[in-house]
């Protein structure tokens, strides 16, 4: 009997104690979520830091971008790094995000200060209640500019390593809308940065649109452009590449490089499509074109135009091919014509881009004799390797031509070469 009560007591403890702990629970999980917001705002702070050092270090290496006359297109391209590096620390940045500040000039030896502030989001209810949602952190850091530091150099005077030189190619460069087009990259000179502007002086006569406005990458993504407006009216885009590498930065605008038309309601619509749209010059490359709404309506004909004339080339049919004879870009016409005898024209402007074939005679050293031949072929040579009286399957220790490039050949990379032992 003396048990019971000392049982008792010890329920009567436990009950209280989860009574007590029950209480106490939500306050220690509070705090421990009011650590973590502040740790995660604290290190949000610590990136921001990091974040404005390397905005502010960009800026030191191009700052006559903010001088006079500028440069918009770097301009663009600090932005887009801010914005970039403020998506990987998740902070919402002010719109617009402001340019670095650049005091005494854009001379070697001024300063550039770059202050940047975002809000960082707040999770704990209670906390959230009394700052508001989102937490406002700054940072600011200031560089000395270094654009044109070799200059001053003793010996020196220019670029250890020659700017870039930008080029590119869309295509198509017209059609109806949308409009897709496809942008290569072409620059020489080893360039490590790109930045693109796929609208710049947008104009025409309808309402322009445009997928993306700018990428910072070599090859960026397909591009649509839109335009609205009463059939035949026109959108008009430049486009603008600027390249750049530890010799400095070049820009290469194209006043009106993409043309868009909006399209009749009804009737006839000339669309095409051509493969390949980039090619080397040779009697074996026939570029192929096909009527895209081949099915989809009934024509009575078809006029193709694929040297920019004013000629048709080819007529009667939805699908053809073409050798072209020179190299060079060239825009595509088709006409098509239906039942009722109305017509749709659309020129595609640049739509192909013919290079001369580019002949690369392969090194043959202590290759052996019988893999001389298919080395030969995978270089894309059409005739037979010539060989030496030897021994065997012998190694290849003398060739008639050096390894390398050759001067380009308009009937493909027809060249004889002899080896020998």
Known sequence: MSRLPKIRSRQRSRGQSLVEFALIFPVILLLALVAIDFGRIYLGWVNLQQMVRIAANHAADHAAAWGTPGDPAEQLRYRQLVAHDARQINCALPSPIPDPVIAGGTALGAHVTVGISCEFSVVTPIISNILGGTVLVSAETTFPIKEGVVATVPGGGAPILSPPVPAFS?????????????????????????TWDFSVGAGGTGSGTVSLGGSLLQAPPDITYGCTGVPGDTCTFGVSLTVGNAGGTVPLLQADYVTVTVPPPTGPIAEFSGSPLTGVLSVDTAFQFEDLRLGAVTYTDWEWDFTSDGTFDVTGVPTTSHNYTAPGSYSVTLRVTDDLGATSTLTKVGYVNVADLICAVPDFFNTRKNDAQDRWEDADFTSDVLFQTGIGNYLIKYQSMVGGLIDPQPDGCASAITVGP
């Open 170 to 194: 869309g295509s198509p460069r017209s059609g109806w809308a949308p409009l897709t087009v496809t942008f290569n990259d072409e620059s020489t000179g080893a360039p490590t940065s790109w």
